[in-house]
């Protein structure tokens, strides 16, 4: 719902939207030029009498003074029948300027303020506030949950360039569009008259002392009231003993005797007054010239955040696919409910919906987000298509499901099959499809067919589970899917270190250059994205479209990908790896993966085994804030298999990793990582109680055998590694 309050307003009313920001911007710029061009700063300490009286002394027929909020003061007064006007120097009451505004100002003023529509006009550019508004709104919230709350705001992004430019422009922005927006519309309300106006000051006074011809320099009220505090000082007309000055400051209105100076009576801004002199100085930059440069440049960002959002728009539209005669939801016999984050599990969907509509099926394909179960009145059965993303939480397309499934008072009718996508090498396989089912169950909604999975989009896995559903429909259902791969890029290898040849376990670090892209293919996605330490690379082999997914040991910023990488019996993948030579080639894509360090100066207690080191060798290379980490390192011999030889001791010169401990499991010690965190229990448990966070990595026997040992350290201090991973203080990345 989120996304589509943000969605729709921003590309029906883009243009708009960017007409609003740019004039914006453009007016941003005046009061800055009118606070830089005051003549003088010589209203400090200066009374409003001081500068009455000289200003009458140069200009007799003075009739107001008037102080902007930059501090610009304007006199006008009239000249044997001929009217005057004049910015003033405070300093010698002398006019050294022209009161009237630029002709680029006021054009640029009726532009952003009505289009040059009159009332009309006001209201378009009042709905496009209203727009803005719902934007920066949405678009806060997309942000707190993409970077995870608000302490997690400004954290580090991933993804296409124009999904990073997309966040970065709007969490720095939103804020002050909101902002704008609100004062906007609240200026808009005030001038058709739905706001509360003020009283217009006081009544005026019954009775005045007559006086006339006293200066302005001997009235008492005006003697106390410095210049920094003034508004406007009317003059009481020439030769009128009946008549006052009309005193109007920052705190209210006022009439002051003209002979006597005496305050005859006095009315202070009412609450409404007071919001909307703050609204029109927070809209408009006036008295606050620094304020409207901010907002001018957070103004800026909307062309910018218009581009790339509609770039993401037609890039999502792009990676789901058309479902060809798609069964309005009323009249559907099936509903498929798609979770997909990257859109692959979409391409599932329209396999499936294809395979069942020939079948004579009616079918109807629709995101999780978007569950409504009377929407589906003729709907004999529900399959869900969930894939998960992170540690175990919904997809985009999936988002509210769960909160909608629990919300129902009775579950379906119809029954429900559940299939899982993911990766078995995640900690939590299909964590999500799996809270689905365990939720669905609760609420007593019928199983059509208990939960499957897919791992790594497998055709197979795909193909025998369609064979199952076809049993119990009653048809035959043959799913022959073909995945469609991401975009790949082309990795050309520039160095490589080998390692193993003694022990028969060839393993390797392999070094490849990035590929180069275009702006236009950052921009678009369709260039080889950013990707950090820990993320996954996927290397599609030769003759094969199932890529091989493995842990990465470097971040863009290194400048080049890199890969610990061991030969498997039988691998098509690691046997072609092994074997590549400086300036052979292969076909990768990125895959998001969310394990890193925390950020902070908590310790990390980094724990691998074999080539699992990779991932933790690039958080090591990457600690340049030298946050303490400790590694616990296993493998076969220090002489053939020491991954990382090189480079470790220098890390540990340069403090980027402050303790490393290894095992060997071929020497005549034979130790493994786990029997080493056991000698070193003391040192973990003083690291743990100081914070730290645990990172495991490797084979999943190896992390069984860490998490046992951990479970032995951590009891007597009523931990477990269960309970730091809700804490968010333990993280495995195996496979």
Not at 199 to 217: A, C, E, I, K, R
Not at 698 to 721: N, W, Y
């Amino acid at each position: 719902m989120i996304r589509l309050l943000h969605r729709w307003p921003g590309i029906i009313a883009a243009l708009l939207l960017i007409t609003l920001a740019l004039s914006g911007s453009v007016l941003a710029i005046f009061p800055t030029l009118e606070k830089l061009g005051n003549p003088s700063q010589a209203e400090a300490g200066l009374s409003v009498a001081e500068l009455a009286g000289r200003i009458q002394s140069v200009y007799p027929g003075v009739e107001q003074i008037r102080r902007a909020p930059s501090g610009r003061i304007t006199a006008y007064w009239f000249d044997n029948g001929t009217p005057g006007a004049a910015v003033i120097d405070p300093a010698t009451g002398q006019g050294v300027g022209s009161v009237d505004a630029s002709t680029l100002e006021l054009w640029m003023t009726d532009f952003h303020r009505s289009l040059f529509l009159g009332d009309n006009g006001r209201w378009t550019m009042a709905i496009g506030a209203a727009a803005m508004l719902v934007l920066a709104i949405s678009g806060l919230l997309l942000v707190l949950r993409r970077t995870g709350g608000w302490r997690r705001y400004f954290r580090k992004l991933k993804g296409p360039l124009s999904g990073r430019l997309h966040v970065e422009f709007a969490r720095v922005a939103v804020i002050g569009l909101a902002l704008s927006s609100v004062t906007a519309l609240w200026m808009t309300a005030s001038t058709f008259g739905f706001i509360p106006e003020g009283m217009g000051g006081p009544l005026f006074p019954d009775t005045v002392s007559g006086m006339m011809d006293v200066p302005p320099t001997d009235l008492p009220a005006l003697q106390d009231l410095p210049v920094a505090e003034l508004r406007g000082l009317t003059f009481p007309f020439d030769g009128d003993p009946g008549d006052v000055f009309t005193l109007k400051t920052n705190a209210g209105t006022g009439y002051v005797d003209q002979g006597t100076g005496e305050m005859l009576a006095w009315e202070s801004l009412n609450t409404w007054e007071q919001i909307t002199e703050t609204v029109y100085m927070l809209h408009t930059g006036r008295g606050a010239a620094w304020l409207g440069i901010i907002f001018g440049l957070m103004a800026l960002t909307v062309p910018l955040m218009a581009l790339t959002g509609i770039i993401l728009w037609l890039a999502n539209r792009r990676a789901r696919p058309r479902i060809r005669n798609n069964a309005a939801a009323g009249h559907a016999e099936t509903v498929l409910l798609v979770g997909s984050e990257g859109g692959s599990t979409w391409g599932f969907a329209a396999t499936l919906h294809s395979a069942l509509t020939e079948a004579g099926q009616k079918v109807h394909v629709a995101p999780m987000a978007g569950f409504a179960p009377r929407r589906y009145g003729h709907a004999k059965r529900f399959i869900a298509l969930a894939a998960t993303y992170g540690d175990g939480d919904a997809p985009s397309s999936a988002k509210g499901f769960l909160d909608k499934l629990a919300a129902l008072e009775t579950a379906p009718e119809a029954p429900l099959s559940v299939l899982g996508f993911g990766d078995r090498s995640f900690p939590d396989y299909c964590g999500f499809a799996r809270q689905v089912t365990r939720l669905a169950a609760e609420k007593g909604w019928a199983e059509l067919l208990p939960i499957h999975t897919v791992d790594r989009q497998s055709p197979q896995d795909f193909l025998r589970w369609g064979r199952e559903l076809g049993a119990v429909l009653g048809i035959a259902l043959e799913l022959n899917h073909q995945p469609v791969l991401p975009r790949t890029g082309k990795l050309t290898l520039i160095s490589r270190r080998d390692y193993g040849a003694e022990m028969q376990v060839p393993t390797a670090i392999l070094r490849f250059a990035l590929p180069r892209a275009s702006l236009m293919q950052k921009l678009t996605g369709r260039g080889f994205p950013r990707f950090s330490a820990g993320d996954l690379v996927g290397i599609v082999p030769e003759g094969s479209d199932v890529p091989r997914f493995y842990s990465l040991a470097s971040s863009t910023c290194d400048g080049f990908l890199e890969i610990c990488v061991r030969r498997h019996e039988g691998g098509l993948c690691s046997g072609q790896l092994t074997t590549l030579e400086q300036g052979d080639t292969a076909r990768a894509f990125i895959r998001r993966n969310d394990f890193r360090p925390n950020r902070g100066k908590a310790p990390v207690i980094l724990i691998g085994a074999g080539t699992g080191i990779g991932p933790l060798a690039g958080f090591i290379r990457g600690n340049k804030n030298r946050q303490p980490m400790h590694l616990f390192f296993g493998t076969r011999h220090p002489d053939s298999d020491l991954l990382y030889d090189h480079e470790l001791p220098g890390w540990q010169s340069e403090d980027r990793l402050h303790s490393l401990a290894t095992a060997f499991s071929r020497t005549a010690d034979r130790a493994h990582v786990q029997d080493v965190l056991r000698r070193d229990a003391a040192k973990v448990t003083a690291l743990v109680a100081a914070g730290a966070q645990i990172m495991v990595c490797g084979g999943r026997s190896m992390a069984h055998g860490v998490s046992e040992a951990l479970d032995e350290i951590l009891e007597p201090m009523g931990l477990t590694p269960a309970m730091l991973k809700a804490e968010g203080r333990y993280a495995e990345d195996v496979y």
